[in-house]
């Protein structure tokens, strides 16, 4: 045998290569015809149309409607990302919450819910016990929907090695060299499918270059608007990790008062003047229900809102100094990455147009050129569910790198897999 031949190895990874190619195509383009995708991709035409049918057995795509451009030549017909076979689980885990989001392949929200959790008060066997039950009943709301988890990516606060899914240290919950995936393994009964453990801010900034106001931007810096304040940096279309993977804790940079205890230890971190500790402290009264970590963090923003547009001047007063300081921050960010975008989110989003205007002017007088930069602030419209939309979205990868991995359909009429309960 000449040493140049094929062997059937090789021939399966060049068409899991090739179903890959094709069906991020339509995902990322929309639909098209056969043709289309020939000459976009270089591939002949049997060999897509030969992709194309596996993907629709694999109910990856599906056939859509005739497309006439006028009277010359065979009409050709449309194919579409279908996706609803198969959903990626997004969970975010935070201070005073936890929340899980089912996002199919078409990016169809299949489902999502947010239990209030004051994380910090309890053991963490208890945290990754609900956080455990949490996916529990995301998997079972997928099946009931039709659809297949592809993995769970678990959204922290904190330094994540990500290869091992072990969270390795999350100043606010006081949590260090915690096995996080393999202990939600254990919990859930060894499931199929893989877990993932990913910084929080990392996926937010994923999710929004993906699916939200920064779709398709090369260049963005998403915040975090939490207790803890987190950076995720896309550079050219790629997440910065750093070294190690521990880059993005911004929010730990010296730039505080130096007054308030951050929970790393140390004081005059930023985040103890913008988190979300920093506006409540200066908002409300230690009482005051706006406070209180059991009630959802939706809830108390909403009154705070209310209050800021009623006009309470402590409430008004208190954002706009987090507008001022996170002006401060942001210039940092700016100066070093030179991103195009700046998406605030979590709470900045939910309450930025308060004080966007002294944010963007802090930041303007301490950038180095105002008159060069090209950076816009904008609010992310993906609110406290960007993390886990982030994560969804990384569970689905792997469909979308070997699309294998999805069985084929059962044909109508056929018993449903035992799987999908």
């Known amino acids: ?67 006439r451009l006028g009277a010359v030549g065979r009409p050709g017909q449309v194919i579409e990302l279908d996706g609803r076979r198969v959903c990626g689980i997004g969970i975010e885990v935070n201070v005073d919450y936890v929340t899980a989001l089912i996002v199919d392949l078409g990016g169809r929200v299949v489902a999502d819910e947010r239990l209030p959790l004051d994380v910090p008060a309890l053991r963490p066997d208890a945290v990754l016990d609900a956080t455990a039950d949490l996916v529990a009943r995301a998997v079972s709301a997928a ?20 290869g091992t899914g072990t969270l390795r240290f999350a100043p606010n919950f006081g949590w260090r060299d915690m096995p996080v995936a393999r202990a939600l393994a254990e919990r859930l009964g060894e ?13 937010s900034a994923l999710a929004e270059h993906v ?15 939490e207790v803890g304040v987190g950076a995720g940096v896309i550079s050219e279309g790629r997440l910065l990790r750093g070294s190690a993977g521990l880059s993005g804790e911004v929010g730990h940079m010296p730039l505080g008062a130096g007054t308030e205890l951050c929970g ?38 909403t009154e705070l809102r209310r209050r800021a547009e009623e006009g309470h001047e402590r409430t008004l007063t208190a954002l706009r100094q987090i507008g001022t300081d996170l002006g401060t921050g942001a210039s940092v960010l700016v100066n070093l990455f030179d991103p195009e975008l700046i998406m605030l989110g979590g709470y900045f989003a939910m309450l930025g147009d308060f004080f966007l205007a002294d944010m963007t002017e802090s930041l303007r007088t301490r950038i180095v050129d105002p008159n060069a930069t090209r ?24 469909v979308l790198a070997d699309p294998t991995t999805v069985p084929p359909a059962v044909p109508e009429g056929s018993e449903r897999s035992s799987s999908l309960v």
């Open 1 to 67: 045998m000449g040493a140049d031949a094929a062997t059937p190895a090789d021939s399966a990874l060049v068409r899991r290569s090739n179903l890959s190619l094709v069906l991020r195509r339509f995902r990322d383009e929309g639909p098209r015809t056969r043709a289309r995708v020939a000459d976009e991709t270089g591939l002949n035409k049997a060999t897509v149309s030969s992709l194309v049918a596996e993907l629709v057995d694999r109910g990856l795509l599906r056939e859509g409607q005739i497309e």
């Open 375 to 398: 950076c816009e602030v904008v609010l992310s419209t993906l609110g406290f569910s960007a993390a886990a939309r982030g994560g969804a979205h990384v569970a689905l990868e792997g």
């Open 191 to 203: 499931p199929p499918y893989p877990i993932r453990v990913d910084n929080d801010a990392n996926l």
């Open 264 to 301: 790393c230890g140390r004081r005059g971190c930023w985040e103890t003047t913008v988190g979300l500790g920093a506006l409540l402290r200066m908002a409300a009264d230690p009482k005051d229900p706006v406070r209180d970590p059991a009630r959802d963090v939706e809830d108390r923003l």
């Open 143 to 162: 099946h009931r929907a039709g659809s297949t988890p592809a993995g769970v990516t678990v959204a922290v606060p904190a330094l994540v090695d990500v």
């Open 211 to 225: 699916a939200g106001a920064g779709a398709g931007v090369r260049n963005l810096v998403y915040l975090t608007g």
